[in-house]
T-cell receptor, first 114, second 116 residues
Framework: GAVVSQHPSRVICKSGTSVKIECRSLDFQATTMFWYRQFPKQSLMLMATSNEGSKATYEQGVEKDKFLINHASLTLSTLTVTSAHPEDSSFYIC??????????FGSGTRLTVV | KQEVTQIPAALSVPEGENLVLNCSFTDSAIYNLQWFRQDPGKGLTSLLLIQSSQREQTSGRLNASLDKSSGRSTLYIAASQPGDSATYLCAVFFNAGGTSYGKLTFGQGTILTVHP
């Protein structure tokens, strides 16, 4: 299957600052990538679909001005959490479209806002 | 509304036992269904992918079945081991007008503990 690298794996930031999370497709040119969020003891919820060279598509209820997505190349999508607050603390994870073996996910980023 | 439900929420079994995890979905118009494993604080590891035209898939000690008409999938784990302890997630790609990929809808997961 595809190989997806996500960085950083863990970040702690102060309230009001911004944090950038990178998702790289190492062996697959992805015109689309997906960003999910997982709160403690809950399942994954799709936040947005990242589209190379165009605007991301956000799910209902997700603030596009808070969660900035950039997909500037076929191998890199970034999620920036702007003006982070404690309620943004969560596990963020990206994926690429499915290949023969299905969807492949990154290793995730644990964001803690203090 | 398209929803995915997993039962049980948690399961604790002794090592060596065979077990079944259940996943149900509300809309039979699915493109595929995928089972994942998630270790605490980690990402998702794909276990098995079942296309809508398939009834089951096997990988080692794992077997996943799919019954679209009843909206159910099961993940069977044979001869469970302590290393199988993790959260198991079922995810469905509901048919989105012919596209081959899109939004995955996840169940809440089953937390499995296999004790020695």
């Amino acid at each position: 299957g595809a190989v997806v690298s996500q960085h950083p794996s863990r970040v702690i930031c102060k309230s009001g600052t911004s944090v950038k999370i990178e998702c790289r497709s190492l062996d697959f040119q992805a015109t689309t990538m997906f960003w999910y969020r997982q709160f403690p003891k809950q399942s994954l919820m799709l936040m947005a679909t990242s589209n190379e060279g165009s605007k991301a598509t956000y799910e209902q209820g997700v603030e596009k001005d808070k969660f900035l997505i950039n997909h500037a190349s076929l191998t890199l999508s970034t999620l920036t959490v702007t003006s982070a607050h404690p309620e943004d603390s969560s596990f963020y994870i990206c994926s690429v479209p499915p290949g023969y073996y299905g969807y492949t996910f990154g290793s995730g980023t644990r964001l803690t806002v203090v | 509304k398209q929803e995915v439900t997993q039962i049980p929420a948690a399961l604790s079994v002794p090592e060596g036992e065979n077990l079944v995890l259940n996943c149900s979905f509300t809309d039979s118009a699915i493109y595929n269904l995928q089972w994942f494993r998630q270790d605490p604080g980690k990402g998702l590891t794909s276990l098995l992918l079942i296309q809508s035209s398939q009834r089951e898939q096997t990988s080692g000690r794992l077997n996943a079945s799919l019954d679209k008409s009843s909206g159910r999938s099961t993940l069977y784990i044979a001869a469970s081991q302590p290393g199988d302890s993790a959260t198991y997630l079922c995810a469905v790609f509901f048919n989105a007008g012919g596209t081959s990929y899109g939004k995955l809808t996840f169940g809440q997961g089953t937390i499995l503990t296999v004790h020695p």
